[in-house]
């Protein structure tokens, strides 16, 4: 069993006189503007998937009588 020290992947916080923690992390995989776009992305399908669907299931009726 490894204790704490013994692992890698542990980030250690030590503190210097400033009082401020020191560490080491790793940096992000990707920056902030490509994490917002990416959302924003996500967002957008979700939304224009929900109007599709309300769109969808109001004309369903009529659709149905049409055949």
Not at 41 to 66: C, F, K, N, W, Y
């Amino acid at each position: 069993m490894k204790t704490i020290s013994e692992q890698s992947d542990v980030a250690v916080l030590t503190s210097d006189q400033s009082g401020k923690a020191v560490g080491d992390y790793e940096q992000p995989r990707f920056s902030r503007r490509e994490t917002l776009l990416t959302m924003l992305g996500v967002l957008m399908v979700m939304l224009l998937a929900s109007l599709d669907q309300i769109l969808v299931s109001t004309a369903m009726p009529r659709m149905i009588v049409a055949l």
